[in-house]
């Protein structure tokens, strides 16, 4: 099969993985398909539902119908993220596939986890399986940033999240304001959804006594945090990575953000400018130099930037 084929059929992985955003957490989002190498046809596909049962390959290969199984070693599999080598509350998937007589396996990206890391593309190699490695290898880890992050620097994935005015302030004169509208409101509910934990500091906690909740979108809400009293950024990192939440949202305020950005702990910003000028206030944070624009929208007159960490 030629580039464009491997890639078409990758995309379908990224798709189907993208189905197991809520319930795989914290396992990895993963996608798989199979498809006959004679007619590009798809025999099976499957992606990680849920923490603790089957995954992606798993069920790929569990949709197969009993008519097709005989076109299996012929087949090509096709998953965004290297097949597990370990056993933990499932055995190996390699071993599966290597059982299945699967003739080629194409995988987005290698595993970064260290149970993993590159050992079940070899036992496959080993076992006289095609692999090829690197098929939209930005996209297979992108969806999974949050997971590698967190097992390769052993901190959550970091979103700074903060609303100003059109003239840079967070307040008016030093007083609470709302600058989203029902709509970025909304959405920043269906962030908290996403993610894991969220944190404010302490005087944002006692001024505007912040829910931190997912009332205006459906999902659960984040474990929430307060900075201050003995509670610091390194008490934080350290309670995040012991109970396992792999994504952590700043809000605020000016002093807690500009903490985390003295220190590089972030990896996306998302930056909500409001069409109302006040004068004076508490400023909003600098932009750091290694901020990079990745989205730019307009909800009704307040645009919501979206900035990723450059690569240094």
Not at 16 to 31: D, F, I, T, Y
Not at 40 to 48: D, Q, V
Not at 182 to 206: C, K, N, Q, W, Y
Not at 219 to 248: A, K, W, Y
């Amino acid at each position: 099969m030629d580039n464009i084929c491997d890639e078409y059929f990758m995309r379908r992985c990224l798709q189907l993985a993208r189905n197991g955003r809520q319930l795989s957490r914290p396992n990895p989002m993963v996608g798989a398909v199979i498809v006959d190498s004679q007619s590009n046809r798809i025999l099976g596909e499957g992606y990680h539902v849920r923490c603790g049962e089957g995954h992606a390959e798993v069920n790929a290969f569990a949709s197969v119908s009993t008519d097709n199984e005989a076109l299996l070693p012929q087949s090509t599999m096709y998953v965004s993220l290297e097949p597990c080598a370990h056993y933990g509350k499932t055995p190996p998937c390699c071993d599966l596939i290597i059982s299945k007589g699967v003739r080629r396996v194409v995988v987005g990206c290698v595993d970064d986890f260290a149970k993993v890391q590159g050992r079940g593309i070899e036992r496959m190699r080993a076992a006289g399986i095609e692999v090829t490695v690197g098929v939209l290898e930005q996209e297979c880890r992108w969806i999974n940033r949050r997971f590698f992050t967190f097992h390769s620097q052993q901190r959550p994935y970091i979103i700074l999240k903060w609303a100003q005015t059109a003239d840079g302030f967070l307040d008016d004169h030093y007083r609470a304001i709302a600058i989203s509208t029902p709509h970025t409101a909304m959405l920043s509910h269906r962030l908290r959804a996403m993610e894991d934990a969220i944190v404010v500091g302490r005087t944002t906690d006692s001024r505007e006594h912040p829910q931190l909740t997912t009332r205006r979108w459906n999902g659960p809400s984040p474990h929430r945090f307060v900075l201050g009293g003995g509670f610091g950024i390194p008490e934080l990192m350290d309670t995040c990575l012991h109970d396992n939440l792999q994504s952590l949202i700043v809000e605020g305020g000016a002093a807690t953000h500009a903490r985390f950005l003295a220190e590089g702990l972030w990896d996306e910003l998302r930056i909500e400018t409001g069409t109302m000028t006040v004068g004076a206030g508490t400023a909003a944070p600098l932009l750091p130099p290694n901020a990079e624009l990745f989205t730019h929208d307009d909800f009704s007159g307040n645009i919501l930037r979206r900035y990723i960490r450059k690569k240094s």
